[in-house]
């Protein structure tokens, strides 16, 4: 009896009644009218509000973009220029260097010459005075034996004459 109760309620469901279709009709449209003024408004909005969040964000990913590509731009230009100014004070720095190099080294000579020049006046001045004293001795020398030779005594300033005119003549006969 259960099977043929279901058959029958599957018959009267699927032969169309006027009736139904009507109310079904009716009903449809009064959901849709409710739905369109309580649910509609505010899903439509809230899409509108998200499709406008959207095309916020992709408007300020481009305008990210293109401010990341400007940025990136100057720091590359930036960067060119460090690189000259570097190159450039690496080459003042070369040249600077080569300068100071060859002022040291033209300074060390300069030096060099001086002290040459001076070490040979001191040599000339030592050789002077060695000769002088050397002189002084001999003379003295001659004195001594002058006058143990000839047994008198001269005064100092008489010998020195004659010793400095020996010293001459011997000199003079030398060249």
Known sequence: MLTSGVILLAGSLLS????????????????????KKLAWG????????????????????????????????KNR??????????????????????????????????????????????IEQEKRRALDVLRNEVADLAVRGAEKIIKTALDADMQKKIVNSMIEDFSTKRN
């Open 42 to 73: 505010p899903i439509i909005t809230a899409l509108q509000e998200r499709e406008k969040g959207i095309q916020s964000s992709i408007d300020r990913a481009h305008q990210a973009k293109d401010e990341s590509e400007a940025i990136l731009r």
């Open 77 to 122: 230009e930036l960067l060119s220029k460090a690189d000259a100014e570097s190159d450039r004070i690496i080459r003042e720095g070369k040249e600077y260097a080569e300068k100071l190099r060859a002022d040291i080294t033209d300074k060390a000579h300069s030096e060099a010459q001086k002290m040459i020049a001076t070490a040979k006046d001191e």
């Open 16 to 35: 169309p009644e006027p009736g139904l279709i009507f109310w079904t009709a009716i009903t449809f449209v009064i959901v849709m009218l409710i739905l």
